[in-house]
């Protein structure tokens, strides 16, 4: 099935909005998990399996995985075959590369990993996204706002009267004749998540930045989500990291059904 | 030592800008040595043997091993740790996240991997740059201007009079505090090359783009190095799969001597 089938298809059947992500952390994760074989393995286990009729996503961040060596990808890899197969996997990347290197990227992440999505970014244009379009079946999201304050560094800076962001969401959608490209774009920008989702009608938009980083969720929904197209939600922290000790799993599972809750409840959704 | 006075006396010992690329391919690398536990350990081992007096810097490219998954990222580190401590070691990775994330991926490159220097993404901006200048010891090159293509998507877009790599050249050379930051210039774009090293003055520069892409290897010497600043330029395909067969070390030997004397007797480096 292709992945953004796939996508659609859970967030149906889950009724949920929400991508939980699994930046999962050896220095976070409950001290008692450490004596484990693969301890984020362990940790990532235990999350999926109590929230996996909450979401319609896992994302996990490769940095947390690769920060371990060999056996943080190991867990990496392990945790992408255990998630259910109807539940999207997108492998935050960010990868971008000129094309014969970025083609090894796309097969590291979809041919090695198996993650059935991925981010990459925008800086090198198109010939470093092809590779990644080639893959007809899987879902790329292209950066095109990150939530981080020192975004404005560069996303925001102005080409005539339109910002650099602005120009990457009017190219992707340009470029995305397979219907496999999507955005990421930041809750904490919402007003510009609105300008965003104007230029981009029909593109699956992941949104972070909900929770630990501030963004605003309603907002995040009234001008990412409905008519315009599709945009999932993801957190990570607020959610994982609910509780240190035994309970960690039940905790993680009662701030995601929060979220999913204000998410499906969200005035701006119903 | 710090990683730039490590590449200034590697310049130096060896009379070299060049810095060989390891863009090691399973699917190129000759074929006997496919039969090893780490084929890309092999076949970088001999030709690090061949050239190390050659080079002031070798770069490996992450994609390559990672394509490969546990036993690539294997070979991607013992060579990193076989490489000789005189030479610059640079894990070409082009990583760019949030801050939290960032400070992961500066860990495994510099932590894990033991790398000396790195290759980043700008488009995130400062905070996801800033994890790996807090590694005051190593080297961290920013893309700027990317030799392909398509870097005329968005690269050679206008803010006002001036192109975004400009941009980014002048912000990185205002951050660059604890000199620890350098650039990546494509030497398929020669005059922009001037131009970026007219704003970047001091920052070293790392050029990709000779050989298989068809950059001018004179002009990239002549508007990169010089009183302006450091510059190495990197070579890969053309070097390292000089021959298939037995004697692909001391052939690579061969074609990296041949550029060295092209860069040495550069007429605008004399």
């Given at each position: 099935?292709?992945?953004?089938?796939?996508?659609y298809?859970?967030?149906?059947k889950?009724?949920?909005l929400?991508?939980?992500?699994?930046?999962?952390?050896?220095?976070?994760i409950?001290?008692?998990?450490?004596?484990q074989?693969?301890?984020?393995?362990?940790?990532?286990k235990?999350?999926?399996d109590?929230?996996?009729?909450l979401v319609?996503?896992?994302?996990?961040?490769?940095?947390f995985?690769e920060?371990?060596?060999?056996?943080g990808?190991?867990?990496?890899?392990?945790?992408i075959?255990?998630i259910?197969?109807k539940?999207?996997?997108?492998?935050?990347?960010?990868?971008?590369?000129i094309?014969n290197?970025?083609?090894?990227y796309?097969?590291?992440i979809?041919?090695?990993?198996?993650?059935?999505?991925?981010?990459v970014n925008?800086y090198?244009?198109?010939?470093?996204?092809?590779?990644?379009?080639e893959?007809?079946?899987?879902?790329?999201f292209?950066?095109?706002?990150?939530?981080n304050?020192?975004?404005?560094?560069?996303?925001?800076?102005?080409?005539?009267?339109?910002?650099?962001?602005?120009?990457?969401?009017?190219?992707?959608?340009?470029?995305?004749k397979?219907?496999n490209?999507?955005?990421?774009?930041?809750?904490?920008?919402?007003?510009?998540l609105?300008?965003?989702?104007?230029?981009?009608?029909?593109?699956?938009?992941?949104?972070?930045?909900?929770?630990?980083?501030?963004?605003?969720?309603?907002?995040?929904?009234?001008?990412?989500?409905?008519?315009g197209?599709?945009a999932?939600i993801?957190?990570?922290r607020?959610?994982i990291?609910a509780?240190?000790?035994k309970?960690?799993?039940?905790?993680?599972?009662?701030?995601?059904?929060?979220l999913?809750?204000?998410?499906?409840?969200?005035?701006?959704?119903?």
């Amino acid at each position: 099935m292709r992945a953004l089938d796939k996508l659609y298809h859970a967030v149906e059947k889950n009724d949920s909005l929400l991508c939980l992500g699994l930046d999962s952390d050896i220095q976070r994760i409950p001290k008692f998990l450490l004596r484990q074989r693969y301890p984020l393995l362990a940790f990532n286990k235990k999350i999926v399996d109590a929230t996996a009729d909450l979401v319609c996503a896992y994302k996990l961040n490769s940095a947390f995985y690769e920060a371990l060596g060999i056996s943080g990808l190991e867990s990496l890899r392990k945790t992408i075959a255990y998630i259910p197969k109807k539940i999207l996997t997108i492998l935050d990347a960010k990868r971008g590369d000129i094309g014969n290197t970025a083609r090894k990227y796309a097969s590291a992440i979809f041919g090695y990993f198996r993650a059935d999505a991925t981010t990459v970014n925008p800086y090198l244009g198109f010939d470093s996204l092809q590779p990644f379009v080639e893959y007809k079946d899987k879902l790329s999201f292209v950066l095109c706002l990150t939530s981080n304050k020192s975004a404005q560094d560069f996303q925001f800076l102005k080409l005539g009267k339109s910002p650099l962001y602005l120009e990457v969401a009017s190219k992707v959608k340009s470029w995305n004749k397979h219907k496999n490209l999507g955005l990421v774009v930041g809750a904490t920008y919402p007003q510009q998540l609105r300008d965003i989702r104007k230029v981009a009608v029909g593109l699956p938009i992941l949104i972070p930045g909900v929770g630990a980083q501030g963004g605003d969720l309603e907002k995040a929904i009234q001008y990412g989500a409905g008519k315009g197209g599709l945009a999932i939600i993801n957190s990570s922290r607020e959610i994982i990291y609910a509780s240190g000790e035994k309970d960690f799993a039940s905790q993680a599972r009662l701030r995601a059904a929060e979220l999913y809750q204000r998410i499906n409840f969200s005035p701006k959704l119903r």
